[in-house]
């Protein structure tokens, strides 16, 4: 009983650890303006085999009330057979809410953003693994061929809109949607950001010269060679903004903190039934309310399978007396399922709204 009352404490020990450590990587912070645009910049070389290039952006920073340039680095990958899927600042709930990039077999939704250097808006082209070896495809990405031979040459036609917007939807931002393909990504099993990862990110955080409205996207470290390493050969300053910067006004300068995103899908609230809805038309408006109230139901009941999954694996776990390690993945694994799916719930129920918009009518007269 001890051993099982211990293992319960570790757990809450961890999951306070992982909502702080997911506050501070943007996770549950919605920003009323969106970030500068993605500087120009070279990417360093590799430093060796079996190291994945991660894409630099901009991370917000509410105590300071401005963005800061997390610079792309070369991360030594956790997994064979992984890649990564670059975070991203999207538009939903009257703000930008910043998604998690994470470790998977396959390369998910990025919300389109063109990162350079093999992910340009779908999909990852730098580079494929065979077997249990990394290819790196050295016309999108820097390799010392002397060093590291598993290479090839595959010339990548970027067919993406030439802009370096860094933020998906709202105004300007770009308007890609997840193709079935990066759904079922996002539903494969992820490993989230490793430790090298968040050290990397809270460095950057500490370098004043990295806020944007001290380099005006231009920031003098846009790259390294490793994690955490600002200084030396390896770090690269950006070339030039990528689009003039435009600091957001005083009044506009203002985060929305939002409460810490819940780590299981046993601390959510069931959806509410849905509210009448009148369109002058009856029969509409039942069709329509019948349409929301099976959605609602389906959702609660996804939100209880996956409760009783997560506390599957917490038991599992309990009678294995896994390692703290492991239990921290568990812990960031079920607080990626909860938010994936909250975010899933979120558009279907606003793709049904956006279906509800009553049509113009066809019999208007046209103007003379």
Request: proline share 10%; hydrophobic share 35%; charged share 15%.
């Amino acid at each position: 009983m001890r051993t099982k009352h211990s293992l319960r404490f570790l757990f809450i020990v961890l999951a306070m650890f992982i909502t702080s450590a997911a506050a501070f990587a943007q996770i549950g912070i919605t920003v009323s303006f969106g970030p500068p645009a993605i500087p120009v910049y070279e990417q360093p070389i590799c430093p060796a085999d079996g190291w994945l290039w991660t894409p630099g952006y901009w991370a917000y920073d509410p105590d300071f009330g401005d963005y800061y340039w997390v610079p792309g680095t070369w991360v030594e990958v956790p997994q064979v057979g992984y890649l990564w899927t670059p975070g991203y600042w999207g538009w939903g709930g009257g703000g930008f809410l910043w998604h998690e990039g994470y470790w998977g077999p396959h390369v998910g939704f990025y919300g389109g953003i063109n990162y350079g250097f093999g992910f340009f808006g779908v999909g990852f082209e730098g580079g494929r693994w065979q077997g249990r070896q990394f290819f790196y495809n050295r016309y999108v990405t820097n390799v010392n061929v002397t060093l590291i031979r598993n290479v090839y040459n595959t010339t990548v036609i970027n067919r993406t809109t030439v802009n370096r917007i860094s933020y998906n939807g709202g105004q300007g931002g770009i308007p890609a949607r997840p193709t079935p393909e990066e759904e079922a990504a996002a539903n494969e099993r992820h490993i989230p950001p490793v430790a090298a990862q968040v050290q990397h990110i809270q460095t950057a955080r500490t370098n004043p010269q990295l806020r944007a409205s001290a380099n005006n996207g231009k920031p003098p470290i846009a790259a390294t060679a490793r994690p955490g390493e600002f200084t030396g050969t390896g770090a690269v300053p950006a070339k030039e903004a990528g689009a003039p910067y435009h600091p957001a006004p005083a009044n506009r300068a203002v985060t929305a903190p939002r409460a810490a995103p819940p780590a299981h899908a046993s601390e959510l609230q069931p959806h509410p039934a849905p509210a009448p809805v009148t369109t002058g038309n009856p029969k509409v408006d039942q069709k329509y309310q019948q349409q929301q109230a099976q959605l609602i139901a389906k959702q609660n009941q996804q939100h209880q399978q996956l409760a009783q999954k997560q506390e599957q694996d917490h038991q599992r776990l309990t009678q294995q007396t896994a390692n703290a390690a492991r239990l921290q993945q568990t812990e960031q694994q079920h607080q990626q399922q909860t938010q994936q799916m909250e975010v899933k719930h979120t558009q279907q129920q606003e793709h049904l709204q956006q279906k509800q918009q009553p049509a113009p009518p066809h019999n208007e007269e046209k103007p003379r």
